[in-house]
Antibody, heavy 121, light 103 residues
Framework: EVQLVQSGAEVKKPGEPLKISCKGSGYSFTNFWIGWVRQMPGKGLEWMGIIYPGDSDTSYSPSFQGQVTISADKSITTAYLQWSSLKASDSAMYYC??????????????WGQGTTVTVSS | DIQMTQSPSSLSASVGDRVTITCQAS??????LNWYQQKPGKAPKLLIYDASNLETRVTSRFSGSGSGTDFTFTINSLQPEDIATYYCQKYDSFGPGTKVEIK
């Protein structure tokens, strides 16, 4: 079964660093783009960026460029989303998803279960 | 930067109705447009990719059409299980979503 399993919920304080993960299984992890999507409470979906685990090629939304870092470790078929210094406004649900095709415009056909990040003093 | 608009933002329809949602891009995006369904508390689900292709194991009551700048998503014969928010997506952005409710 093709699946993406994300790390568990996080509760952090402003200014703290954080790295959440997304482990792929059941398919060739290095051959499919992985994307990250933010959903703030009660709001819509926001495309954050994507990574191609085969060569770690990445692309970020201008809204998130410089705010987060997307990475991947193909040896353990895991993608990551990290912050160096969290803000309260980073509180949200974060999803990882696999792009079904070879192009960056491909639909996201497999989704992780989501990771809730809460940032509060 | 290509902007995506989606309408309506919400709609209420009766079971069995045909429902149409539109998505418009500010520039030509060819057929690079996808549609998703999201139910409360759940991850989004891909329904239509590349404007008109039905994703595997998705009901054929859903369909998509369009190319260039104007796209349409249709639910034929709305069912209670279709209550959700629907999003269009181009490469690097999602539309604002359409919340579908039963009248």
């Amino acid at each position: 079964e093709v699946q993406l399993v994300q790390s568990g919920a996080e509760v952090k304080k402003p200014g703290e660093p954080l790295k959440i993960s997304c482990k792929g299984s059941g398919y060739s992890f290095t051959n499919f783009w992985i994307g990250w999507v933010r959903q703030m409470p009660g709001k819509g979906l926001e495309w954050m960026g994507i990574i191609y685990p085969g060569d770690s090629d990445t692309s970020y939304s201008p809204s998130f460029q410089g705010q987060v870092t997307i990475s991947a470790d193909k040896s353990i078929t895991t993608a990551y989303l990290q912050w160096s210094s969290l803000k309260a406004s980073d509180s949200a649900m974060y999803y990882c998803a696999r792009l079904k095709g070879p192009t960056t415009g491909s639909g996201m056909d497999v989704w992780g279960q989501g990771t809730t990040v809460t940032v509060s003093s | 930067d290509i902007q995506m608009t989606q309408s309506p933002s919400s709609l209420s329809a009766s079971v069995g109705d045909r429902v149409t949602i539109t998505c418009q891009a500010s520039q030509d995006i060819s057929n690079r447009l996808n549609w998703y369904q999201q139910k409360p508390g759940k991850a989004p689900k891909l329904l239509i990719y590349d404007a008109s292709n039905l994703e595997t194991r998705v009901t054929s009551r859903f369909s998509g059409s369009g190319s260039g700048t104007d796209f349409t998503f249709t639910i034929n014969s709305l069912q209670p299980e279709d209550i959700a928010t629907y999003y269009c997506q181009k490469y690097d952005s999602f539309g604002p979503g359409t919340k579908v409710e039963i009248k």
